[in-house]
């Protein structure tokens, strides 16, 4: 198996785990809201001239663009995971450590988890509701304030509200997950950062034209921008269990980049909170089982290959990985899952 989708995502999620550390430091320029806009309207321009330089070798590979009625979907995204999450996130930076907010990130997969068992049937064993304590108790930590001498918790809160609006924006991207990722997320980053820059107009806060502002900018096409692009190469080579089961080491390597970037020591309760953190994301990343399922008839288009068990159609000129509309007709079997997008069932 190549080496290549590995070092992508490592790439991918130390891009997006360098993220706060680094915001923290932009933070003593900017203020919070201005700078979660100049982040998304940065992941915009970033996947903007990645386009531009590769458009002769883009892959004739592509995923189905969307639609009207992908809209509805879009827009609870958008609003979701590009204004609302991105604000509360900086906002809770400019809080407590960046070291905590790292960890703390950690809370979108439950969160994401959570919400799909609540409004869209997945299945929830016990290592979720485990998984959910032990961030807890990490949550509990890490809103201590060695400096104060006290719980704050408003920073951590900020943080839970950024997770659950995320958890929000991946279960309503799950239903057009099948289109194209790079289009959602020029949409996403070109609204978001519209949106959230118009209110910081609208509130009449500073917007400083220095390097600062060129600063969130490459920090948001690199954080965000580029380690989407890795994210999908990597994607393509491990699956999207395996591809988010590694991009899990993300914030723990945002942890260490807040311990020597910032110099951020914030006492003992760094590890127990650090190994909480840790248990609650396996707990969430081995969630999985196996029984007798039915996939309904579909007729939609993807990218897709066919070396897995959902895809048994013949057409020999085309090898690897490619894209056409083709139809499932409805299947009855028994394999170990996780609950992804194609086995989401009643149990």
């Known amino acids: 198996m190549s080496k290549k989708p590995f070092i992508y995502i490592l790439i991918s999620a130390a891009l997006f785990g360098i993220s706060s550390p680094i915001a923290k430091l932009i933070l003593k320029d900017i203020a919070p ?47 979701a995971g590009g204004v609302i999450a991105p604000i509360s996130q900086i906002y809770g930076l400019s809080l407590i450590s960046g070291f905590s907010v790292s960890l703390l990130l950690n809370l979108e997969r439950v969160a994401t988890a959570i919400i799909a068992v609540l409004f869209f049937r997945e299945n929830a064993g016990r290592r979720l509701w485990l998984a959910l304590l032990c961030m807890t108790a990490a949550g509990v930590f890490l809103s201590w304030s060695p400096e104060q001498g006290k719980f704050n918790i408003i920073g951590p ?8 609006c995320w958890g929000i924006d991946n279960n309503l991207t799950r239903h057009i997950s099948e289109k194209s990722p790079i289009q959602i ?90 190994l909480l953190m840790v248990s609650g994301v396996w707990l969430v990343i081995s969630e999985k089982h196996g029984h007798t399922h039915t996939h309904t008839a579909i007729t939609h288009a993807h990218a897709h290959k066919h070396d897995d068990l959902h895809h048994l159609h013949k057409h020999p000129d085309e090898v690897g990985e490619h894209t056409h509309e083709h139809s499932h007709p409805e299947l009855n079997h028994s394999h170990t899952h996780w609950p992804d997008s194609q086995h989401r069932h009643a149990h």
């Open 157 to 164: 809160l900020l943080i839970l509200l950024a997770a659950v």
């Open 185 to 274: 997320t020029y949409i996403k980053g070109l609204v978001g950062g519209i949106v959230s820059l118009s209110v910081v107009l609208i509130l009449g806060i500073n917007v400083p034209w220095n390097l600062s502002l060129l600063f969130a900018l490459l920090l948001g096409s690199m954080s965000y921008g580029v380690s989407l692009v890795f994210f999908i190469k990597a994607l393509k080579g491990l699956g999207s269990s395996r591809t988010g089961t590694f991009f899990s080491v993300g914030p723990f390597i945002g942890a260490l980049a807040s311990v020597i970037i910032l110099k951020e020591w914030v006492g003992w309760i760094m590890f127990p909170a650090f």
């Open 33 to 79: 809201i201005t700078l979660a806009s100049l982040l998304y309207l940065g992941a915009f321009l970033g996947l903007f001239l990645y386009s531009l330089l590769t458009i002769r070798n883009t892959s004739p590979i592509e995923s189905e663009k969307l639609r009207t009625k992908d809209l509805p979907w879009l827009l609870g995204a958008v609003i």
